[in-house]
């Protein structure tokens, strides 16, 4: 089993409808991330946490919100979607001073 | 706000030894990471710099100069495999806290 699990893998949905990607861990650390990818401009930012109820805007917050409710679950919610929200995202755990885990994705298309 | 340079696309033969730069300007450094990343999947962890200098492990090294803002990685040998984009990282020094920041990311492609 993956230690980063993100569902879900693949997802189509509508402009203007809300969204939830979820992500959970299995590596007992504190720190996760979320990311978006886009083709031309890598990974970005978009919010992190580093304890339960602990969130703090990355790069490129705007249009997104996100949840800590256990040390293991970090979901990424889109209340409005639009379309340049069409992009490959990532959730990534780390402990202190240590390199990132990331999942395996969620590619999101808006249409 | 933070600024990191690589290459878009390099390519190579077989066995042959690469070297791909990075560039970076940022307040709060806190170490330098390279991932791999084939297409479609996640990023994997290659190497990590804190101190300048060269950390080797197998066929990947990677050097850092923390007063050039410079970085790059090394790969000996190459094999098919290593086509994939290389992702280079800042560990950046936040309010709350520290997080890595990405460049672009350079795309390698390993010919026969």
């Known amino acids: 089993d993956a230690d980063v699990t993100q569902t879900p893998r693949n997802r189509i949905t509508k402009t203007g409808k809300r969204i939830m990607l979820e992500c959970s861990q299995t590596?007992?650390?504190?720190?996760m991330y979320w990311y978006r990818q886009d083709p031309g401009l890598g990974l970005r930012l978009i919010y992190y946490?580093?304890?339960?109820?602990?969130?703090n805007k990355g790069e490129i917050s705007d249009g997104y919100s996100v949840s800590r409710q256990a040390q293991a679950k970090f979901s990424l919610s889109l209340e409005s979607a639009i379309p340049n929200q069409t992009a490959l995202y990532f959730c990534a755990t780390s402990e202190l001073g240590g390199e990132a885990f990331f999942g395996q994705g969620t590619r999101l298309t808006v249409v | 706000g933070q600024n990191i340079d690589q290459p878009t696309e390099m390519t190579a033969t077989e066995g042959a030894i690469v070297q791909i730069n990075c560039t970076y300007q940022t307040s709060g450094f806190n170490g330098l990471f390279w991932y791999q990343q084939h297409a479609g999947e996640a990023p994997t962890f290659l190497s990590y710099n804190v101190l300048d200098g060269l950390e080797e492990k197998g066929r990947f090294s990677s050097f850092l100069s923390r007063s050039k803002g410079y970085s790059y990685l090394l790969l000996k040998e190459l094999q098919m495999k290593d086509s994939a984009s290389y992702l280079c990282a800042v560990r950046k020094r936040w309010q709350a806290g520290t997080a890595l920041i990405f460049g672009k990311g350079t795309t390698l492609s390993v010919s026969s």
């Open positions: 590596k007992g650390h504190d720190r």
């Open positions: 946490s580093f304890d339960v109820k602990d969130i």
